[in-house]
């Protein structure tokens, strides 16, 4: 009897669910799409590859210069007193932790890179957040996905996406037979 109420309280919410998920109305983006058609985005994409170029040169050259000194180090070390030795062990040590502190400090979690991509792709994000929002009140959808990110589709029908939608709402004019 239990088993049968249980079973039955089952079939009723998934027969609710159901119904009530057919009028769900659904769509995605593709972000990627959206931020190549957006020429602020170039720019800031340059502009971000130019930084890191800058400082991972600037680590090639710090890795080097700890290279020679370790090369030096070796070369010389049976010449070096236990003083002079354990302070050229800590010369490259100390070389070595500036490195990792520099690299740290441009592109950990909380480093320069992170924080001026932040800073530059900001206002664009918010532009395609909002043009999101806007298509999505119009035409009545319920959820829209970025197909882009973390959200897998395994099948998505190109009617749903509105990528275009979106561009168009920002003002930036596409060839739509190209995405469609």
Do not use: H
Not at 20 to 48: H, T
Not at 56 to 69: A, F, K, N, V
Not at 119 to 132: D, G, N, S, T
């Amino acid at each position: 009897m239990t088993i049968r109420i249980t079973l039955i309280t089952l079939l009723i919410s998934f027969l609710s669910i159901e119904a009530y998920a057919q009028n769900q109305r659904i769509g995605f983006i593709d972000s990627d799409y959206i931020l190549s058609k957006i020429p602020e985005y170039e720019g800031v994409d340059q502009r971000l590859s130019q930084i890191k170029q800058n400082w991972e040169e600037e680590i090639t050259e710090m890795r080097q210069e700890l290279e020679s000194m370790e090369q030096d180090f070796e070369a010389k070390e049976i010449l070096f007193t236990p003083e002079v030795r354990a302070e050229r062990e800590q010369e490259i040590n100390n070389k070595r932790r500036d490195i990792e502190r520099f690299i740290d400090s441009r592109f950990g979690p909380d480093g320069d890179y992170f924080r001026q991509q932040r800073e530059l792709l900001e206002p664009i994000q918010r532009q395609v957040v909002e043009a999101v929002s806007k298509v999505a009140e119009r035409d009545g959808y319920d959820f829209v996905f970025d197909r882009t990110g973390d959200y897998v589709f395994f099948y998505a029908r190109r009617q749903w996406n509105i990528s275009i939608d979106v561009l168009l709402e920002m003002g930036i004019q596409v060839d739509e037979e190209t995405t469609r």
